[in-house]
């Protein structure tokens, strides 16, 4: 199996690339260059993480809108205060990136998806509101997007300074003088922060939405 930083890097900024697609291309070369940090995390964004201790913070505390499931109305505002908002109304996405990417793909620009709040936490605000309906926090689509464009980001700054440090062309291997190269690139919190800072500015497309026949029978091929 061959990899090649050029390639990553060019699929990272390529708008009709998913990060579904990119990800596994990734792994297999953070494994040929021997990067075991940058291979985990890899791992973890796309399987996802086991528990919130290991979970980076551009996943957490991610800001949404308390709603109450109502018999007559469905899902509408909760009556909330300013306070409560603040205390409740957020939560972790430890999910893998292909399920976060499956449901920004799947919506469109200015929706977003519905989560139950934790049990402990809607069994507390269940009662200070005094409700006893279910409760949930509805993340808008650019809370999964600007997540999914950070590791997007991370990938990129990754491969671009594996490049910029002569790692270039396609390898079916890499020679220990090649691995030593980038061997302090193994690092991938000084990459996911850098891109958590620089989101803006990188060139790296927004989430896709799919069109009405992809979401209707999913992707071709």
Request: with cysteine; net charge negative; aromatic share 8%.
């Amino acid at each position: 199996m061959s990899a090649s930083a050029n390639h990553l890097d060019e699929r990272t900024r390529d708008s009709g690339e998913l990060l579904d697609d990119i990800m596994p291309s990734a792994i297999t070369l953070a494994m040929m260059l021997r990067h075991k940090k940058m291979a985990a995390w890899l791992r973890s964004e796309f399987d996802g993480y086991q528990d919130r201790e290991s979970t980076p913070p551009y996943r957490l505390d991610l800001p949404g809108h308390i709603v109450a499931k109502s018999p007559q109305y469905g899902w509408i505002p909760a009556p909330v205060s300013d306070k409560q908002k603040l205390e409740f109304g957020h939560i972790d996405l430890t999910d893998g990136t292909r399920l976060l990417e499956k449901i920004c793909v799947n919506s469109k620009k200015g929706d977003g998806n519905r989560l139950l709040l934790d049990v402990d936490d809607m069994a507390v605000l269940q009662k200070q509101i005094n409700l006893s309906a279910e409760l949930a926090i509805n993340l808008s689509r650019d809370v999964y997007s600007r997540l999914l464009k950070t590791v997007r980001g991370a990938v990129y700054l990754w491969t671009h300074a594996l490049i910029e440090n002569g790692l270039e062309g396609e390898h079916n291997h890499y020679t220990p003088q090649q691995r030593a190269l980038v061997a302090e690139l193994d690092d991938p919190e000084r990459f996911w922060r850098n891109a958590v800072d620089e989101i803006d500015s990188l060139p790296i497309p927004d989430v896709r939405s799919a069109g009405f026949f992809e979401r209707m029978f999913g992707r071709a091929g």
